[in-house]
């Protein structure tokens, strides 16, 4: 190795952010205000995954900012988590336009940014938000409100799928079969509610 490029740099959540903030992998760069890497402290008992930003969200270049972020905070608060305490990302850092779903392409171009931000963490539960991030985590084909309040895994780490946010927004009845979700996450964490 030559000796100015020096020893390889270990892998760190700082690291991806930057990585993300020049990635051209995918045509949604090109839409981008601010790439969302996620965000949240290494090792978080709990990482929740999503689908990717709003438009909100790339303009502060954070995750969940919006008013689906907003009831993000609630839930997780519901299982007495604060946001600081959970790592938050989603399965495209770049805001595809329209709000449309990420294409497969987009997605695959993106994973391994997320399966990098997976392994750093190491989170004991990762709480899947919808489809677009459970067909990233399980596979393609999979319909939320068919595995939904199902555990699975991902290596040695837990898995539960549930509704997105947004989803629940937009039909709020679904928020009682979201509860029955999240207090399974919350017995899983040894968390009380
Ligand atoms: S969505 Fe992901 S793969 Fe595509 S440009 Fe952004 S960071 Fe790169």
Known sequence: ???????????SLDKIAQEVGRCVACGLHQGRTRA??????????????????????????????GRAGQLLTDMLRAIHLERHEVFIANVVKCRPPENR?????EAEACAPFLA????????????????????????????ISAIRGVWTTLGHRALMPTYHPAYLLRDPRK??????DLKRVAQRLSIQV
């Open 116 to 143: 990098r931000q997976i392994a750093l963490v190491d989170p004991e539960v990762v709480l899947v938000l919808g489809r677009t991030a459970a067909e990233a985590l399980m596979g393609p084909g999979v319909r």
């Open 175 to 180: 928020k009682v079969e979201t509860w029955e």
């Open 36 to 65: 969302v890497p996620g965000e949240g402290p290494l090792h978080a008992r709990l990482m929740v995954v999503g689908e990717g930003p709003g438009q909100q969200e790339d303009e502060a270049g954070r995750p969940f900012v």
């Open 101 to 105: 779903n990420p294409t497969p392409a």
């Open 1 to 11: 190795m030559p000796e100015e490029m020096g020893p390889p740099v270990p892998d």
